[in-house]
Each structure stands twice: as C-alpha cells, then as structure tokens.
Nanobody
Framework: QVELAESGGGLVQPGGSLSISCAASGSSFADIRMAWFRQAPGKARTFVASITHTGNTNYADSVKGRFTISSDNGMNMLFLQMNSLQPEDTAVYYC??????????????WGQGTQVTVSS
C-alpha cells in the first residue's frame, strides 16, 4: 500500500511562485509514474503534469512553461514548482502515484490534496 502526503500549499499573489511536495511511502514498485492533478471548486479533477521513473515528463498545455515537475531518484518525493501563478490556477492539488505490475496492469494511489490559492 502506497501512502502519499502533500505539503506546501498556501496563498500567493498573482504572478508569484509556489512549490508543493508529495512524499510517497510503502512502495515496492520498480516502474512508476507520478503526477499532479488539480480540482477547482465545482469543476472536475484535471491533469497538470507527470513524470516517470525514467525521467519522462508531460504537462498540460495550460501550465507549460510555468510549472516544472521533478522527483528524487527513488521517486519517494515529488515536487511541483509553480511560477507566474494566476487566479485560474487556484485549486486543490492532488498527488497521484501509479505503480506498474506490467504494461497493462497497475495500481493507483491518491494523496489527500493541498490547497493552492492565487489571489491579491
């Protein structure tokens, strides 16, 4: 069972920067993809960015060039550096962990979320 714990959310002014983190524990997977999703009030949860154990990254168009996803070598820690934040970035940010058994079989885990609010 993989447990995820996010931290680092808070209030930031438009144009500002914020970094959030996710600590993963209890994993024995070798093949892993970790990601950030976000959910604004009254809206569906959407993909933000992902990174694999091989270092491949992927970003939603809305955050490309502003957000950077990274992890430690063992993928026990996940980070999201957010720059040039705008009010539309306000959401609860969720850490997602996918551990692969095979290419077509995996388990998904979610953190409890951390609130990011962009407001003046």
């Amino acid at each position: 069972q993989v447990e995820l714990a996010e931290s680092g959310g808070g209030l930031v002014q438009p144009g500002g920067s914020l970094s959030i983190s996710c600590a993963a524990s209890g994993s024995s997977f070798a093949d892993i993809r970790m990601a950030w999703f976000r959910q604004a009030p009254g809206k569906a949860r959407t993909f933000v960015a992902s990174i694999t154990h091989t270092g491949n990254t992927n970003y939603a168009d809305s955050v490309k060039g502003r957000f950077t996803i990274s992890s430690d070598n063992g993928m026990n820690m996940l980070f999201l550096q957010m720059n040039s934040l705008q009010p539309e970035d306000t959401a609860v940010y969720y850490c997602h962990y996918r551990g692969y058994y095979t290419l077509t079989s995996w388990s998904d885990y979610w953190g409890q979320g951390t609130q990011v609010t962009v407001s003046s």
